[in-house]
């Protein structure tokens, strides 16, 4: 294996639990006679399936497919390999965040999209209105839990939807 695959396996492996990794180790080996990052994604994407608020979403169109928001896809074609083995090397601080607010139908959501097929990353959505619950204290429970599960499956785009309901 090349340095860059044992860092992709790595990072595809991240945010499973000891026993969750291993049965994808397992099965990768079994199904492919190798380690492969496809199919250790895969056993990801079920983990965040089983959680009742993020929603991992498979399609996303490239940044090509979006007409306009030239400075935003300017700046984050300069972030694009900014998870890279040779970036780490060079000292690159990946971004943390980004807070993109509008009207409705200007491309948050479309843009969020593109950003997470342009990085190669897991796009997780996040829909806030799910989160909120009438019982004291709850919401703010489901709120660390996701948080905890979107931690963990780091490097990803988090997609929170609908943030003004919060």
Not at 21 to 30: H, I, M, S, T
Not at 31 to 57: A, H, N
């Amino acid at each position: 294996y090349t340095d860059d695959e044992i860092y992709k396996n790595s990072v595809a492996l991240q945010g499973l639990t000891h026993l969750e990794a291993e049965d994808a180790v397992v099965l990768c080996l079994q199904s492919e006679k190798k380690l492969d990052e496809r199919v250790l994604l895969q056993e990801k994407k079920e983990v965040i399936r089983r959680s009742e608020i993020l929603e991992y979403i498979e399609q996303s169109p490239p940044m090509t497919d979006i007409g306009g928001l030239d400075s935003a896809k300017e700046y984050f074609e300069m972030y694009n390999n900014q998870f890279s083995v040779e970036a780490k090397e060079f000292g690159v601080e990946p971004l943390r965040g980004v807070l993109m607010v509008g009207i409705p139908g200007c491309g948050k959501s479309l843009i969020s999209k593109a950003v997470s097929a342009s990085w190669s990353l897991p796009l997780l959505r996040l829909d806030v209105g799910k989160v909120m619950s009438g019982l004291v204290g709850s919401s703010e429970q489901k709120m660390r839990e996701v948080i905890s599960q979107a931690e963990a499956c780091a490097p990803a785009v988090l997609w929170i939807d609908e943030i003004e309901k919060s």
